[in-house]
């Protein structure tokens, strides 16, 4: 099966808009697709109407930012979701609501360091979408050639510990899994080796999400080398988890991996489309 189970359009910070990334899935030669802006669900209507046009069969999705303890950000992918589902629909908009005045309080800490302007920047690559991401700034740093690519930006400012990053309350593990699980879907921890956390911490964590109804976690994730994927197998062996596959494409010419470019899932894990088509 030729899956790409998480994708970000213009509807948050990607680069091109639903339907264009739909016509990408279908052109790329993908069996089963989801798009997954981050706590968003509006692009999904017309991203499954040209994805199923060209025969690529759809799942809703949506990528949810949590706060887990302290000040660690973590991201779960909501699967085969109900897109009208009202408290799922309620808790996007609410993270939605909390992003501006992070973005705000992103722009003054980059003031500090003398880069003006940053918010109104971040609000113009923004654009139609319906949150200001730090992909967002990223762009806005780029264009003002404070950085030269997107790694840069990382490394240098909106990364944790950096000039331009500031702490943010997204939701609850809690209310992220009710509001996947109340909309029928299925939640699967997003690109697991990303996070700023202890190998240690993270198996805390995926023992809460398994606990609390948590049913995925990506492992075949674009860049991943062949060591690193067999490390997040390892992780779904151990905590009972099925196996999703991961893109998480941007845009042409940002992303390093274009849809569906994704390396080979272990053949012994069960994948989490299993339970959903
Ligand atoms: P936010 O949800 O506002 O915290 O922004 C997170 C987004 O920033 C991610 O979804 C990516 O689009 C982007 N991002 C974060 N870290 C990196 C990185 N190291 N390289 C490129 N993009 C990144
Ligand atoms: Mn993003
Ligand atoms: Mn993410
Ligand atoms: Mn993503």
Redesign the pocket.
Known sequence: MKADLHC?SSV??GLLAPAEVARRAVERGLALWSLTD??EVAGLAEARAVAEAGGVRFLDGS?I?LSWRDDT?L?VVGLGIDPAHPPLVAGLETIRAG?DG??RRIAAELEKIGIHGAYAGAARHAGKAS????????RFLIEQKIAPD??G???HY??KGKPGYVP?EWASLENALRWIGGAGGLAVLAHPL?YRISRDELCVFLGEFKDRGGAGIEVACAGHSAEEVQECARLARRFDLKASVAS?F?GPG?SGADLGMTPPLPGDLTPIWRDLI
């Open positions: 970000h948050s910070d981050h706590d990528e930012s950000s991201h992003r992070r973005a949150i200001i991401s730090r992909a967002h700034f990223a997107m790694k930006v990382f490394t909106l990364a943010h990303r998480d941007h940002e």
